[in-house]
């Protein structure tokens, strides 16, 4: 093939492969808005620079009935839901397999569901009466402050209970056969900040509700 044709044809097909990829990300976004219309701004990633949707290609290695390992290919989705005034929601769509776009669907994120007990004579909200208490698990489609490691598969959180993020809940979930699986969830309930010159215990105390190594 003639050089000058040969670059052509590298030009079409990369191309058509962002063409694709555009395409695929763009109904990844418009899946999302169909489920949250009044929750997630539409304009979000045109209005605020930093904040486009981006598509990750993505790997991971599963056995076969016979247990011979297996290389599984996808593409994850991380579309930009609103802006909050120190938090930025996001939502992930998945695609297991990276040719089918029928196969696309949201991502579900286990969470614990917990219960805190401030000391009733607490108005800062620095002492607990009793340990946080794991009433269970739910399902989340929205992450705050998410990032995605493609080194590793893995999605983590950082939610700011207000501002200053001296209270927050963190988690990380890992790509695990096709699917996202809590690693690690871990809450800082104390709001430090409220109080003057805070000792480095209670700026440090936090409390893990799920860890999978300990399991």
């Not at 539409?42 to 949707?53: H, I, K, S, V």
């Not at 794991?134 to 959180?157: C, K, M, Q, Y």
């Not at 809940?169 to 805070?198: C, M, Q, T």
């Amino acid at each position: 093939m003639p050089y000058r044709a040969l670059l052509c044809f590298l030009a079409l097909a990369a191309a058509g492969t962002a063409s694709a990829e555009d395409g695929r990300l763009s109904k990844a976004r418009d899946m999302i808005l169909s489920l949250y219309p009044e929750s997630c701004d539409a304009d979000l990633a045109t209005d605020f620079a930093g904040l486009e949707n981006v598509a990750y290609d993505v790997s991971w290695q599963e056995k076969d009935w016979d247990g011979a390992p297996i290389k599984r290919e996808g593409t994850l989705f991380e579309v930009n839901c609103y802006l909050a005034a120190y938090n930025i929601v996001v939502a992930y769509v998945f695609a297991p397999d990276e040719d089918a776009a029928e196969a696309m669907l949201p991502v579900s994120f286990a969470v614990p569901a917990f219960t805190l007990d401030y000391a009733d004579d607490d108005t800062d909200q620095t002492r607990l009466a009793a340990p946080p208490a794991v009433t269970g698990f739910s399902a989340e489609t929205l992450l705050v402050n998410p990032s995605f490691d493609p080194e590793t598969n893995t999605i983590t959180s950082f939610a700011k209970w207000r501002g200053l993020g001296d209270a927050y809940s963190s988690g990380a979930w890992a790509l695990e056969n096709g699917r996202f699986v809590l690693k690690h969830f871990v809450i800082d309930p104390i709001y430090e900040a409220n109080v003057e010159d805070p000792s480095e215990e209670l700026i440090e105390t936090n409390f893990v509700l799920y860890d999978a190594d300990a399991y």
